[in-house]
């Protein structure tokens, strides 16, 4: 067995005897924590579609704009904004930096274990389908993670969507095992969840859940992505 899933395991499982109780009576003294957890911890993802109201929306994706409009696209063709951005911006540092919901969510999920934090946003654009990095079947490859996930476009069927397979983030994905090709058996066995829906549609997610991203000539997609994990 990987010896650095070993590790983690057993990391886990201390943390889980020292702090899994206190966290677990936070979990149920908060219904909305309780309900995306207990969606997450069966199936790996959870959809939540009035997280923010149409008027703390409006005014995250304005300074979203403001803020990606001065950035230079990159050899993926697409924008990026960095944590740095979300501090020197007072808006999204309010609901993304300042805002505890999601170390408190997160230290419940990874069981009070240490988190590492990292935070951005992409500004997708269209290009010719291809498969490569993310934009290919995988998962994160770090053991047990916790994720946050916002759209800040309007994303159907056919636009650069994320899909989801429910239930991988329960199987044994080492970093050995990170990348599977189109054709891998594991695909047929798991229901696929496309993470689609109107701006301001929030996603939480297990990282260790098989997962990718698509490019296609369709739209731009605009994304804010937090991320917990365990170090």
């Known amino acids: 067995m990987d010896r650095r899933l070993i590790k983690f395991k057993s990391k886990i499982f201390l943390r889980s005897l020292f702090f899994g109780w206190y966290f677990f009576i936070k979990k149920r003294l908060d219904n909305r924590i309780n309900n995306i957890l207990s969606e997450v911890q069966k199936f790996?993802?959870?959809?939540?579609?009035?997280?923010?109201?149409?008027?703390q929306i409006n005014e995250i994706k304005k300074n979203y704009n403001q803020t990606i409009k001065n950035k230079e696209i990159n050899m993926r063709n697409q924008f990026q904004i960095e944590e740095e951005d979300f501090i020197n911006n007072e808006v999204l540092k309010k609901?993304?930096?300042?805002?505890?919901?999601?170390?408190?969510?997160?230290?419940?999920?990874?069981?009070?274990?240490?988190?590492?934090?990292?935070?951005g946003g992409k500004r997708i654009m269209p290009m010719q389908p291809k498969n490569f990095a993310n934009y290919q079947w995988h998962h994160d490859g770090k053991i047990k993670s916790f994720k946050f996930y916002m759209l800040?476009?309007?994303?159907?069927?056919?636009?650069?969507?994320?899909?989801?397979?429910?239930?991988?983030?329960?199987?044994?994905?080492?970093?050995?095992?990170?990348?599977?090709?189109?054709?891998?058996?594991?695909?047929?066995?798991y229901e696929k969840m496309e993470m689609i829906g109107k701006c301001g549609t929030c996603f939480f997610f297990d990282g260790n859940g098989i997962h990718k991203g698509n490019r296609n000539n369709s739209y731009l997609r605009d994304t804010i992505i937090i991320e917990f994990q365990l170090i």
């Open 44 to 55: 790996g993802i959870t959809k939540v579609d009035n997280f923010f109201n149409e008027n």
């Open 95 to 119: 609901y993304f930096i300042d805002e505890e919901f999601y170390k408190n969510i997160a230290n419940i999920y990874l069981n009070g274990a240490p988190l590492r934090k990292s935070i």
């Open 152 to 189: 800040l476009t309007d994303i159907e069927k056919n636009g650069q969507k994320t899909e989801y397979l429910l239930k991988t983030h329960k199987l044994f994905n080492s970093s050995k095992n990170k990348i599977l090709s189109d054709n891998d058996p594991l695909l047929r066995k």
